[in-house]
């Protein structure tokens, strides 16, 4: 793992330059996306991005844990967790760059 993180600044700068969108308004369009996504998952629907993957949300019900200093037997309650699922477009992708392919350099 390279431990690189990309950055809704490089994001902005990447749309800056491949669009052609000032700084300010590059930077409102990632926002009004990135809100756009967050709202969304945030009622409960699936975002699904074409050749990328889905995002969405699953219930995990009530279950018993159990603390692992004292192993005391602990409720864990219900919540939600987000799940991402990428394409198979972006499966190979990712596999076809580790391999060191043709297709890892057409970033």
Same mark, same amino acid.
């Given at each position: 793992m390279t431990g690189k993180t990309v950055t809704r600044a490089q994001l902005t700068e990447a749309?800056? !330059?491949?669009?052609? +969108?000032? !700084?300010?308004?590059s930077a409102d369009l990632v926002e009004s996306v990135l809100n756009e996504i967050s709202d969304a998952l945030s009622e409960g629907e699936t975002v699904k991005i074409s050749s990328f993957g889905s995002f969405f949300v699953r219930k995990k019900g009530q279950r018993i844990g159990r603390n692992p200093k004292t192993g005391e037997e602990?409720?864990?309650l219900p919540r939600s967790v987000l799940i991402f699922r990428p394409s198979h477009l +972006? /499966?190979? /992708?990712?596999n076809i760059g580790q391999a060191g392919g043709p297709s890892g350099a057409d970033n």
């Amino acid at each position: 793992m390279t431990g690189k993180t990309v950055t809704r600044a490089q994001l902005t700068e990447a749309v800056y !330059r491949e669009v052609g +969108l000032s !700084r300010n308004e590059s930077a409102d369009l990632v926002e009004s996306v990135l809100n756009e996504i967050s709202d969304a998952l945030s009622e409960g629907e699936t975002v699904k991005i074409s050749s990328f993957g889905s995002f969405f949300v699953r219930k995990k019900g009530q279950r018993i844990g159990r603390n692992p200093k004292t192993g005391e037997e602990v409720p864990i309650l219900p919540r939600s967790v987000l799940i991402f699922r990428p394409s198979h477009l +972006l /499966k190979n /992708k990712i596999n076809i760059g580790q391999a060191g392919g043709p297709s890892g350099a057409d970033n």
